[in-house]
C-alpha cells in the first residue's frame, strides 16, 4: 500500500531523459522557426518549470562518445572512447555507478551503444535496445536474456520507465534513471497513429540547402546529403512504382521485415497516396523539386518520431505531479548531440558546426530551480556527472573535466568576483575513415567565434564570426581582419589541450580507427537468446 506519510528522500531523484540526434530547432522551447509548426509542449514544460541552456555543446558529435562523456564527465581520449564500436569500460568512475555506491537505487532503459550491456556500471535494473535498437517491436536485452517486445519503441520505454518508477517511490531510497530513446535517430519511423501528422505541413526550406560548400573542403567531402546520400526507401520511405508499397532500395530489410501484417498494413496506408503522388509526377520534377520534396519527407518524419518523445516526457511528468515526488526530482532533458534538418542539405551529425555541435539542455528541480531560468554561460555534456553529483551530496571525483552546473542554476550566471565561467569550449571528433565522410576534426568555441582545423588526409582551417555568419557559410580564415584573433583563438586551443590533457595530434593522425567486434547477442546469451512474441 502507498504510504504517502513517508518523508521524501533528502537526496534528490535524478530522472536523465536522452534521446538520440534531437536537433535544438526541434524543440519549441527554444523557439525556432519550426517551434509553431511542431511544437514539443511537454518538453517545453521543463523549460518552463525550471532551466534553458542557450549555449549546451557536446565534446563530440557522435552518439558513443557522447554517452561515454556524459556518464564519466571526461573527454574521450581520457574516458577511452572516441567513436562508434569501441567498448565503454564501465568499471571506470561514472555518475549512475557513484549515486549507487551512495544509496540510489540506479537504473537505465532504452538505447546504450557504448557496449552490449551496462558491464561494470552496477545499474539495479536495466532493460536496453540492442545497439542501435528498432522503431518497431525492438529486441530489449536484460539480466535475464533477450526479449522481443511488440509496440513502439519510444512507448515501451516509457512504459517501462513508470514502471520501474512505481516500483520506487515509496522508498527512502532516491533513485537514478537514466531514459534513453531511439528516436529520432535514422531511419526516422514514427508511431502508427503520427505517421501522417505533417502531411500537409510545410517546412521552412533552410538557406543553405543547397549550400555548395565553397571555401570548406571537409564540408564538401561529406556523404551525409538529403538529395545526394540519404537512401530513397530506407530512409525516405520512397516505393518502387504507382501502387506498390515496397520500398527503393532498403539496406535494412529487417527494420520493415518486424513489423506485423498489421502494422505493416497499417504503415504502407500511411504512405500510400503520397508515394503514388511522388511516382506519379517524378518525371516531370526537376532536380531540384525532388530535392525538396525529399527535403519536407525527411523531416515530416524526423519530427513525427519527436512526437512520440515528448508524449513520453509528459507523461513522465504528469507521474511525478500526480505523485507528489516532483519537487525533489531533478528531470533533465537533453539529446546525445544535435543534427541536421536540411542546413547545409545535411541530415547526421559529426561536425562542429552549430546544428550538430549543439544539444538541447533543459533542466528542472522544483525544489532548487527558479522557472523559467535561461543560462547563457558555455556548457558541454562532460558538465552533467559533477552536476548530478553535487545535487547528490557526493564529492566530484578528481578525474572529471566537467563543471558542475549548480552555480549556473542558482540563478544562471556567475560573476567575475566568483571566479567567472569558462570563456570557451574544445571540440574533437576522431570517427574517420567511416560513415558519412566526415574527417577528423577539432576546434574552438567561445562566444562569438570558432576555429577549426580538419585533418587527417586534408589540413584545412575554417574560422566563423557567429555573429555576423551564424550559419557558417563564409569561412573566414584568410580574412585579415581577424587575423589577431584567428592568432589568440590558435593559443587558446593549445591551452585547452593542455589543460584538458590531450595526446599529441600527431598520433590521431596515425592512429586507424579500431573497433572492437562486441559480442553478438547469440554470443552473450548462448542459453537464453530467444525471441518470444508477447
Ligand atoms: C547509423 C546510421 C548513421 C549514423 C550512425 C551513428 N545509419 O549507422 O547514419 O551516423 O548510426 O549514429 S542507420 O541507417 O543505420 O541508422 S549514432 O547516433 O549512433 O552515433
Ligand atoms: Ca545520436
Same mark, same amino acid.
Given at each position: ?47 518552463? $518549470?525550471?532551466?534553458?541552456?542557450? *549555449? ?20 574521450? #581520449? ?7 564500436? !569501441?567498448?565503454?569500460?564501465? #568499471? ?19 538505447? &546504450? ?42 512507448? +515501451? ?17 532516491? %533513485?537514478?534513471?537514466?531514459?534513453? #530513446?531511439?528516436?529520432?535517430?535514422? $531511419? &526516422?519511423?514514427?508511431?502508427? =497513429?503520427?505517421? @501522417? ?27 551525409? $546529403? ?10 525516405? *520511405? ?20 518486424? +513489423?506485423?501484417?498489421? !502494422? @505493416? ?57 500526480? #505523485? ?12 546525445? =548531440? ?25 533542466? =528542472? ?22 552536476? %548530478? ?31 567567472? &565561467? ?34 587527417? !588526409?586534408?589540413?584545412?582551417?575554417? %574560422?566563423?564570426? +557567429? ?6 557559410? $563564409? ?57 518470444? !512474441?508477447?
Amino acid at each position: 500500500m502507498e504510504n504517502q506519510t513517508r518523508p521524501s528522500p533528502k537526496q534528490p531523484n535524478i530522472i536523465y531523459i536522452m534521446s538520440d540526434d534531437h536537433a535544438v530547432r526541434a524543440v519549441s522551447a527554444y523557439q525556432s522557426d519550426i517551434a509553431h509548426l511542431a511544437p514539443t509542449p511537454n518538453i517545453d514544460r521543463i523549460a518552463r $518549470n525550471g532551466a534553458r541552456f542557450d *549555449k549546451s555543446f557536446v565534446t563530440n558529435s557522435l552518439c558513443g562518445p557522447s554517452r561515454a562523456a556524459m556518464l564519466t564527465g571526461k573527454f574521450g #581520449h581520457k574516458n577511452g572512447f572516441n567513436h562508434n564500436g !569501441q567498448l565503454f569500460d564501465g #568499471h571506470q568512475p561514472t555518475w549512475p555507478r557513484l549515486l549507487k555506491e551512495h544509496g540510489y537505487s540506479t537504473a537505465c532503459i532504452g538505447k &546504450w551503444h557504448i557496449n552490449l550491456t551496462p558491464d561494470g556500471l552496477d545499474f539495479d535494473h536495466w532493460e536496453l535496445l540492442n545497439d542501435q535498437g528498432e522503431y518497431y517491436n525492438p529486441d530489449f536485452i536484460t539480466k535475464q536474456g533477450v526479449k522481443r517486445e511488440h509496440g513502439y519503441t519510444t512507448e +515501451l520505454i516509457t512504459e517501462k520507465s513508470l514502471n520501474w518508477i512505481a516500483k520506487q517511490k515509496n522508498s527512502e531510497q532516491p %533513485f537514478a534513471l537514466l531514459i534513453h #530513446h531511439k528516436a529520432p535517430h535514422r $531511419n &526516422w519511423m514514427p508511431a502508427p =497513429q503520427h505517421t @501522417r501528422a505533417f502531411e500537409n505541413t510545410l517546412f521552412p526550406v533552410p538557406d543553405n540547402y543547397f549550400d555548395t560548400y565553397q571555401g570548406r573542403a571537409a564540408a564538401a567531402m561529406q556523404t551525409m $546529403n538529403i538529395y545526394r546520400d540519404a537512401q530513397e526507401g530506407h530512409d525516405l *520511405k520512397m516505393t518502387k512504382a504507382v501502387g506498390e508499397t515496397q520500398w527503393r532500395e532498403d539496406i535494412w530489410p529487417f527494420l520493415l521485415e518486424r +513489423l506485423t501484417p498489421e !502494422q @505493416r498494413e497499417q504503415w504502407d496506408l500511411a504512405y500510400q497516396d503520397r508515394n503514388d503522388w511522388f511516382n506519379n509526377n517524378e518525371a516531370d520534377m526537376s532536380d531540384e523539386d525532388i530535392a525538396i520534396w525529399k527535403y519536407q519527407r525527411y523531416v515530416q518524419d524526423y519530427l513525427a518520431t519527436i512526437i512520440s518523445v515528448d508524449e513520453s516526457v509528459g507523461e513522465v511528468l504528469d507521474y511525478l505531479e500526480r #505523485h507528489n515526488i516532483v519537487d525533489n526530482t531533478i528531470v533533465i532533458y537533453t539529446s546525445d =548531440q544535435g543534427f541536421y534538418m536540411g542546413e547545409h542539405g545535411w541530415f547526421d551529425k559529426r561536425f562542429m558546426y552549430e546544428e550538430s555541435f549543439r544539444a538541447p539542455l533543459l533542466i =528542472q528541480y522544483p525544489d532548487k530551480i527558479a522557472p523559467n531560468t535561461i543560462v547563457n554561460e558555455l556548457v558541454q555534456n562532460i558538465d552533467y556527472a559533477p552536476t %548530478f553529483l553535487e545535487y547528490a551530496g557526493i564529492a566530484v571525483t578528481s578525474d572529471i573535466q566537467g563543471q558542475s552546473l549548480v552555480p549556473l542554476l542558482n540563478g544562471g550566471h556567475i560573476s567575475e568576483e566568483e571566479g567567472g &565561467w569558462r570563456t570557451s569550449l574544445y571540440y574533437h571528433f576522431y570517427e574517420y575513415p567511416a560513415m558519412h565522410d566526415v574527417t577528423r576534426h577539432y576546434g574552438i568555441r567561445d562566444h562569438r567565434y570558432k576555429l577549426m582545423h580538419f585533418y587527417y !588526409q586534408i589540413d584545412e582551417w575554417e %574560422f566563423y564570426d +557567429l555573429d555576423r555568419d551564424p550559419t557558417e557559410m $563564409n569561412n573566414a580564415i584568410n580574412d585579415p581582419k581577424y587575423l589577431s584573433i584567428i592568432h589568440k583563438l590558435k593559443q587558446d586551443i593549445v591551452k585547452l589541450e593542455h589543460q584538458y590533457d590531450v595526446p599529441p595530434r600527431l598520433e590521431w593522425n596515425d592512429s586507424p580507427l579500431e573497433c572492437v567486434s562486441a559480442p553478438t547477442l547469440k554470443d552473450l546469451y548462448p542459453n537464453s537468446y530467444q525471441v518470444t !512474441q508477447q
